[in-house]
């Protein structure tokens, strides 16, 4: 390995480690939120923002951020976002009042959003050779499809062992020391200019459209989703971003070239993404209330649970998924990994009150970390192939938007769902434990209904190989937008 290989890959070690610490702080509060509640004083409606309050502005700025990062420089972007979010984990480790930490995690998910918009895009542009490609993406996809349940340990074991407040400190060394090696391993790229797509008006548009959307997803739990309130939102949220489709289609130097939508490739492969963890989002979710509700495990407990899930997807993500992918296309590897998923998820619905973890657990986990495993990878693959150099920026944040979006719908609704089966239940003089279980059974019937339009989506839109087919779409993009887009034309 030449001295240039080696700095990609430990650069590639580099940005994953900066997606792994975003990820891990959207799970590892929720095992905090007990102590959490207990020190600051927070009642049961109020706590809830502190976790809304970072995944409103996550969810709402990812799009702008990945655009930003193809006009500014991608690496620039992901150190504000970097800097950004690991002040604000310092200032929430400090917070003595529940306006002190909702207000820093509010600034905390605008970091987050800068940082892991853009990680996609340089993954790509640092590792052109498709084989290669597909390996550093194994990588990323490990990451971010299993850092949710090495969230959960991670909090049960810095909550109970030490305290709270280090879920958030804990953060700041290893900010400062992925920034330095950033530096040093991650080159800098120009960016192809502000007066390639510099749309305020755009920006601001898609923004307040996907963040009062995401808002409005989270707080259906309280308002229900037929209440004027969440009908009345929902319907000004549709209209910024109707708003901004006009705007984008009439400017002549768009934020976002809503050309990237025409390819099958991406369209399919982002819509195929959001059903997907809209489903499993929320069933890692309310499966950890299953364990921690019913069955009456601690934090730490909870996340060794998990831990199968996160070895199994980090076996198949870094090595099986992508040869798997190179050999048969990606299509089938998504439909095998969506099959164990359903597989996995109807396991989940059959589990009883009394469940046992290697009886009735176990076999559940295993199902859902080996399609996880396949799925996310290959989807991914996918979604960036053939991507130019000048939209790959948003191209990573229209993957991390569909996952964002794509799990707050999945965990509004199915929480939803849950609820309103459990009170049935209970009304009808269900005992709580069953009441629970019968909740948490039908949300988990709806997760795997889900992921199965997920895998027809994938049979039905993304029916080429995985990567013949998206480059050869690339080359008749390119053709047809090079003379309308200079960017695109000069950077392809």
């Known amino acids: 390995m030449t001295a240039t290989d080696r700095s990609r890959w430990i650069a590639l070690v580099v940005l994953c480690t900066g997606m792994l610490m975003i990820i891990l702080d959207s799970a590892i509060v929720n095992v905090a939120l007990p102590p959490i509640q207990r020190d600051l004083g927070f009642s049961q409606s109020n706590l809830t923002w502190v976790v809304n309050a970072y995944l409103i502005p996550f969810g709402g700025l990812l799009l702008l951020a990945g655009r930003l990062g193809d006009l500014i420089g ?60 597909a390996k550093a993406i194994g990588v990323f ?28 400190f804990v953060n700041v060394p290893i900010g400062v020391a992925t920034a330095l090696l950033s530096l040093r391993f991650v080159d800098r790229d120009k960016g192809i200019g502000l007066r390639a797509g510099a749309d305020a008006a755009g920006g601001a548009l898609i923004t307040g459209s996907l963040m009062l959307g995401v808002y409005t997803i989270l707080e259906t739990s309280k308002y229900g989703w037929g209440s004027t309130r969440t009908l009345g939102l929902g319907a000004l949220a549709v209209a910024l ?59 730490l407990e909870t996340g060794l649970a998990f831990l199968p899930v996160s070895a199994l997807i980090g076996i198949l993500s870094l ?58 990878p290959a989807l991914t693959t996918l979604a960036m192939s053939g991507v ?29 769902l849950a609820a309103g089966r459990t009170d049935n239940l209970a009304a009808d003089g269900t005992s709580t434990a ?23 989506v994938t049979l039905t839109v993304l029916r080429r190989g995985p990567l013949q087919g998206a480059q050869q779409e690339h080359e008749s993009r390119r053709i047809e937008f090079s003379g309308a887009d200079p960017a695109y034309s000069e950077a392809a």
Request: aromatic content about 8%; glycine content about 14%.
């Open 74 to 133: 991608r690496r620039t972007i992901f150190l504000v976002g970097l800097a950004i979010f690991t002040a604000a984990s310092l200032v929430c480790g400090l917070a003595q009042t529940q306006g002190m930490l909702v207000g820093a995690r509010l600034v905390q998910g605008a970091g987050g959003a800068l940082t892991s918009s853009v990680i996609l895009g340089i993954i790509v542009t640092m590792f052109t050779e498709p084989r290669e490609q």
């Open 241 to 299: 971003l109707a708003a901004f489709i006009v705007r984008e289609l009439r400017t002549p130097n768009p934020l976002v070239p809503l050309g990237i939508f025409r390819s099958r490739q991406i369209a399919g492969a982002n819509a195929v993404q959001l059903l997907t963890v809209a489903g499993i989002f929320g069933m890692f979710f309310l499966g950890v209330l299953y364990l921690q509700r019913v069955l009456n495990y601690d934090a």
């Open 141 to 168: 996809s490990f990451v971010a499809s299993a850092g949710a349940s090495i969230g959960l340990l991670a909090g049960g074991v810095l909550t109970q062992g030490i305290d709270w407040h280090w879920i958030f």
């Open 319 to 376: 090595g099986f998924s992508a040869r798997l992918s190179q050999r048969y296309g990606a299509p089938p590897v998504i439909v095998a990994g969506l099959a164990l998923l359903t597989v996995g998820l109807i396991g989940f619905a059959r589990a009883p009150v009394d469940g046992s973890y290697l009886g009735d657990l176990l076999p559940v986990m295993i199902p859902i970390g080996i399609g996880a495993g396949l799925f996310f």
């Open 434 to 456: 069953s009441a629970l279980t019968g909740g948490y059974h039908f949300a988990f019937v709806i997760a795997a209904g889900l992921v199965v339009a997920a895998m027809i």
């Open 388 to 416: 130019s150099p000048s939209e790959s920026g948003l191209a990573s944040g229209l993957v991390n938007t569909s996952l964002q979006v794509g799990g707050s719908i999945g965990l509004a609704v199915l929480a939803t």
